[in-house]
């Protein structure tokens, strides 16, 4: 029996009895040992799905919310030649963590003993789940957001409760008691994903004062410049995630996360510090102070093409962007279905992120700032889209 049907039947979740008549004597046999497996595994597991569909082979990439510039030359070849001299035969030490946390702490002015480096920032986001969720634990999201919150809680076996966001994508203006009301810890993603708009400030830090673990998801935080790092000292309850994927190390994985130190102290025990980094990540952080200047320019100039891509969107007859502090901007399509408009730009090499799948976003596209020249194909090829689908029409 291959693989894809027993997939199916696992799936499908048919009894040995009901699939008989569907094989043949020589695979019963076969059967009955995968369906005792399947039966094995947790259900939350099997039920687990890809949240979004990544295209290859395309020529303008504005999906993932990569920068579109990969580090410069002289930078490379200085961690490069780091690497040359470093035994791969060897784990990191815990010597080395404890210096390049330390360089780490002096580059973003925050207590070293408040630091736990990430192996991205989704390793925090587990880290978190993981310490304060499990079996009988309930975590608040709101949503639409960063669709791993879900993920993670499923894998942590925490129950998830659903909050909705307001028409303006803003945490609703409730009694804040109702929203906390039987949870054990909530996420936050501020700005937030896919949405890219920046939280109520007050909101927030009445959220905190409940005194519930809360992790605030900053992962674009150099877009913002808004944090709530120095409530850390105030609320041992708060842990800020962060990442250096969205300004320009997605190939690399790597972040930090900013708690108290017994937070912190939990989180390095989870993971097995040093031994879940590996030497690329020590090697650029040990050389982390010659990205400060060049990472400061291309997020001004990030900021500066997504101000003028919101305004060329805002251009466009059936086109609804929302204001964004990120490095991408969501928009609304009404004239046509998102799928239509993702798939037709598929075709013309451009990928961006359909969100009509997404819980609130049932018409909503989302778009990567790119460069100069792929914003521009971008906007040709959405203007193309729509006048050959009003052109299909008639």
Known sequence: MDYKRRHELGQNRLSPISCMASLSLRNCFSYFIFYNMLNSIRKEILNL??????????????????TPWDIPERIKEKILEDLRLTPFNRYPTLTEYHSIRKKLAEYINIDEDKLFISHGCDQIIFSFLLTFGGKGKKVLIFEPTYPLYRHFALLSGTEIKE??????????????????????????????NPTGNLQNKEIIIKLMDYQIPILLDEAYFNYTGVTFAEYVESHENLVIGRSFSKVFLAGIRLGYSISSPRIREIFETINFTPFHLNHLNTVILKNIDLFGEWIEKKVQCISSRREELFKNLEEIEGVLPYTSFTNFILFRVENFSANYVYEKLIEKGVSIRDLSGVRGLSNHLRVTVGTEEENKIFLEKLQEVFYEGSERDF
């Open 49 to 66: 799905k890809a949240n979004f569909r990544i295209k290859e082979g395309v020529s303008v990439k504005l999906d993932q919310n990569e």
């Open 163 to 192: 909050v909705l966001l307001d028409e303006f994508y803003s945490i609703p203006r409730e009694e804040a008691d109702k929203l906390v009301k039987d949870v054990d810890l909530i996420i936050i993603a501020n700005p937030n």
